[in-house]
């Protein structure tokens, strides 16, 4: 299913657009995607911040809006008592699985990483989550990944390190753990996001399928983005849209400064549509990078058949209801 990284909604003010919150939420349900993830980099790790205590809310807003069926993640962050912690909120409000990042145990031994996974995964179900070293993610070995893949809590695994022998090293560890027909693969590589959905990928004898994508990429354009993987699914080659995709992500992500404006780059997307009043991040000295907004423009341009912005003007009021 497509898995959108859930944005933050806020004034000008910097305060919770409670409104904008739940508008964004009934976007994605309706653009067909089948489950959200909240809590995670997209929705600013800030909201954990002392003085901000935006976790609660947000993960409250996103689970009550969300329909019935939709399948909703939580991102679970820390050091393993905040961890559970974080878990332990999550799972009592209603979400699914939690998606587990490491990036606050840089030292940790595998050994120590795998209790704590095995700790958080005795709360909620887990949802593995292998994180590109650029914004934070660590090394993880093949031989991580094929405890992690072990451990009965782990439903599902978003591969993101942005890397295609490290790709590899996870499918290859999930083929051989013998759980291959137990754990959904989701790729969170957004420069092959095309390639990741439409292969085959052959490894230890086993062939294996990315059946969705967990993706911050996805938190705009996400209707286009549910016809692909529904295409994909009935077997059409739509390859030819993968240079595009990547392309797109390029400006979205701001590859050429690093991903400094990663998430003003989609709050802007949002605001063209109208679905958000403003690129405000909780953090004031986040924005666009310079030159991202004429990047914007470029790819709007270069791959019309990309954007969903008809569709979001024909719903917008009803989702700002």
């Keep these: 299913m497509v898995i959108p990284a859930h944005p933050l909604a806020l004034t000008a003010e910097r305060k919770l657009d409670e409104r904008r919150q739940r508008a964004l939420t009934r976007y994605y349900a309706a653009a067909g995607a089948g489950g959200i993830a909240v809590a995670v980099h997209t929705t600013q790790f800030e909201i954990r ?75 909620m179900p887990l949802f593995g989550f292998y994180l590109q070293s650029a914004v934070g993610g660590r090394h993880l070995s093949y031989g991580f990944w094929r405890r992690f893949a072990e451990l009965p809590a782990v439903a599902a695994i978003k591969i993101a390190p942005f890397d295609r022998y490290r790709t590899v090293d996870v499918l290859r560890a999930v083929a051989d753990s013998g ?106 000295d986040a924005g666009l990078a310079p030159g991202q907004s004429a990047e914007i423009d470029r790819v709007y341009a270069a791959y019309p058949e990309l954007n969903d912005d008809r569709f979001v003007a024909e719903h917008r009021d009803e989702w700002l209801r």
């Design 49 to 123: 911040t002392a003085g901000v205590d935006l976790l609660r809310p947000v993960l409250e807003l996103a689970a009550e809006t969300a329909p019935e069926g939709m399948i909703r993640v939580a991102g679970i962050c820390g050091p393993t008592p905040q961890a559970i912690a974080e878990a332990e909120l999550a799972s009592g409000l209603g979400y699914h699985l939690g998606l587990l990042s490491l990036a606050a145990l840089p030292d940790a031994t595998d050994d120590e990483l795998l209790e704590h996974a095995r700790q958080v995964g005795a709360v």
């Design 179 to 284: 759980r291959a027909d137990d754990i959904a693969l989701y790729t969170g590589n957004d420069d092959n996001i095309v390639a990741d959905l439409a292969m085959i990928h052959r490894v230890a004898n086993r062939d294996l399928r990315m059946v969705g994508g967990l993706l911050g990429h996805w938190s705009v354009w996400t209707r286009s983005a549910t016809r692909l993987l529904a295409d994909l699914r009935a077997g059409r080659d739509v390859t030819h849209l993968a240079a595009a995709v990547t392309d797109s992500n390029s400006a979205f992500f701001d590859v050429a400064h690093q991903y400094r404006g990663c998430i003003p780059g989609l709050h802007e997307v949002l605001r063209r549509q109208g679905l958000l009043a403003g690129t405000w991040c909780l953090d004031p």
